[in-house]
């Protein structure tokens, strides 16, 4: 009896609850995104370089952060769009530096519809159409400046209170993209403010493992390091504006750094771990706990537009890629959270680079559709002149310099630009691919299952080179789908209608 009367009473509170649910506070969200950040060089996750991030750091003490979170796409342009639209690039458009696709929603414009006043913070060129990512409050300048983001931070939040509308903060962060502080000389600011500090050659006491302990690389890795410290200053002047606004406790805060790896040789514009791994980090009082740690899920930029639907009580886009990873945020386990897929496409105009990776907590495949053994890897800091030709900075010179009297760097170098068709690695073993396990008979079904688990994606996805992956022997089959792929997305503009003659 007690327990009809006890059931009874909860159907009877349960509108209630709905109603009082609906009643509360939309919650605000700040999204701050770095550009070119390693995920490694962020002290909360395991830089090396002592205090170089307090405010990043603090942030993660004050929320969760995630392990194992991946760009789709290690390029702007196309992974700052389908974060904000949850589809895989060849459904949404952003196959490079292209606009979605009208049809494809965003969210900004289902934010919009919500009631949410939105801020679009720099690299406003990246967001097309300009249509489809609707703002009430932009800033593009400002990107590298710590004073100019907690002025225009405050200025915006005060626009919404004074609406009465819950904000969606969006700040795209210039740093640590090149150009790196002190590259041309000692007074260069490189396009921003000054740092709270700088740091000095010697205080890299290591290189991340994909590149090559030189002394230039040392030298130039200090001023990336450098730029990272303005970045946590950007962070730390944007949250404190948002504490004096009387924001803080309800709004949830996301720091995704970056949308790539850094503008490096096996980083940027490509499918590597160190290409593809993010930090990513949450705040948001009351609902995340502090100081978590995500070590069980994989979860990319595709997730992000879904989560922060279903964070806000948003209706969700139909028929997008990703699926929402609240459940983790709450500290709940979820399946089928073991595997990401990662894209890159365009290293220039007309120069289509395709790669494919599935990959796990420490396993990679990848294949390389372009490569022939002939054909010069473009993209990411290589010009279209060809990548020995040309990079920026220090860094590569020298490699290439000490790869004339170092087979084993020329090696590495001769991998760089030409690749091979396919490669497997085992992160347990090898953090910074460096050994390609592809051919190792003991490796054969693992390998065949991810070759099996990345065509099934493809092709359910429609991915233009599905075909091409499926029959990878067949170059003419690879060659077919590049020149369809190009005529789709580089058509000559129209000639222009002369008068006939009379």
């Known amino acids: 009896m007690k327990r009809t009367i006890s059931l009874l009473t909860a159907l009877l509170l349960l509108p209630l609850a709905r109603t009082q649910a609906a009643n509360l506070p939309k919650p605000n ?93 720099g690299k406003n060129g990246h967001y097309l159409p300009t249509k489809s990512f609707p703002v009430d409050f932009a800033e593009q300048k400002i990107n590298r400046s710590a004073k100019g983001l907690a002025e225009a931070t405050a200025k915006f939040i005060g626009m919404a209170k004074a609406q009465g509308k819950p904000f969606f903060h969006h700040v795209n962060c210039g740093d640590p993209h090149h150009p790196l502080i002190g590259a041309k ?18 205080e890299v006491t290591e290189v991340p493992g994909f590149l090559e302990d030189l002394p230039e690389v040392r030298r130039e890795m200090a001023q990336y390091y450098t730029n990272v410290r303005r970045l946590d200053d950007c962070v730390g002047a944007v949250l404190q504006a948002l504490d004096e606004s009387g924001q803080r406790e309800n709004t949830l805060v996301m720091f995704f750094g970056g949308d790539h790896g850094m503008a490096w040789a096996f980083a940027k514009s490509n499918v590597y ?14 609902v995340i706990a502090p100081g978590g740690v995500d070590t069980a ?70 294949w390389n559709g372009w490569s022939d053994g002939k054909t010069d890897y473009q993209g990411g800091l290589f010009s279209e002149k060809g990548p020995i030709a040309k990079g920026t900075g ?16 020329k090696a590495r170098v001769e991998m760089l630009v030409h690749r091979v068709p396919e490669e497997f690695f085992d992160l347990s073993n090898d953090r910074f691919e460096r050994h390609n ?32 992956f499926a029959h990878r022997d067949d170059r003419a089959v690879y060659l077919s789908a590049r020149d369809k792929v ?6 000559p503009p129209p000639k222009k209608k002369t008068p006939a003659a009379k």
Not at 339 to 347: A, E, I, K
Not at 442 to 452: D, G, K, L
Not at 486 to 491: E, P
Request: charged share 20%; proline share 7%; net charge neutral.
């Open 394 to 409: 220090l860094a590569w010179p020298a490699i290439v310099k000490a790869a004339q009297t170092n087979p084993a760097i």
């Open 486 to 491: 190009n005529a789709q997305f580089n058509k």
């Open 273 to 286: 771990e160190n290409s593809s791994r993010s930090s990513l980090i949450f705040r948001w009082p009351g």
């Open 297 to 366: 899920h994989l979860v990319s930029t595709l997730d992000f537009t879904p989560t922060l639907l279903d964070a806000t009580g948003t209706a969700m886009i139909p028929d997008m890629d990703g699926r929402s990873f609240l459940p983790a945020l709450k500290g709940k386990r979820m399946a089928g959270c073991d595997r990401v897929f990662t894209f890159y496409n365009q290293g220039g105009t007309s120069h289509w680079m395709p790669m494919r990776c599935v990959r796990t907590k420490d396993r990679a495949y990848i």
């Open 29 to 121: 969200i700040v999204f701050i995104c770095a550009d070119d950040l390693n995920f490694d060089s962020v002290g909360c996750y395991g830089c090396k370089i002592p205090e170089l991030t307090p405010n990043i750091d603090k942030l993660a003490a004050e929320g969760m952060r995630f392990q194992h979170a991946y760009a789709t796409v290690a390029v702007c342009q196309p992974v700052r769009e389908l974060m904000h639209c949850g589809r895989y690039p060849h459904r949404s458009g952003a196959m490079g530096f292209y606009p979605l696709k009208p049809e494809v929603r965003t969210l900004n414009q289902q934010l919009r519809e919500a009631g949410y006043l939105i801020s679009m913070i």
């Open 185 to 202: 000389g000692p007074d260069d600011l490189a396009d921003g403010d000054a740092p709270s500090r700088f740091i000095k050659p010697e």
């Open 437 to 468: 396990l592809i051919a190792e008979a003991t490796r054969q079904q693992e390998i065949e299952a991810m070759r099996s688990d990345l065509l099934a994606l493809m092709q359910r996805t429609g991915d233009p080179f599905a075909e091409a």
